[in-house]
């Protein structure tokens, strides 16, 4: 995917999956993943790269981390 990047909603949406679908798919709830869309959580490595499978990209074309939560983390 030429170097753009999309953020988890983005990737979900491309990937022709809504927010209960992929809650399913990745063994959470709804309310759970919709705090990740939001970015109000971290998705862990292992969810990160099963959600980046499961949208058929890889991880370098997902933004995982709100650019304003990364600069808390650096």
Do not use: W
Not at 31 to 46: A, D, S
Not at 49 to 73: N, W
């Amino acid at each position: 995917m030429e170097n753009r990047k999309f953020t988890i909603e983005q990737a979900r949406i491309l990937g022709g999956y809504n927010q209960i679908e992929m809650a399913e798919a990745l063994g959470m709830t709804e309310k759970t993943y919709i705090n990740y869309e939001k970015y109000r959580q971290v998705f862990r490595m292992h969810v990160g790269y099963l959600f980046a499978d499961l949208v058929g990209m890889t991880v370098d074309d997902i933004i995982f981390f709100d650019p304003e939560l990364r600069k808390k983390c650096s």
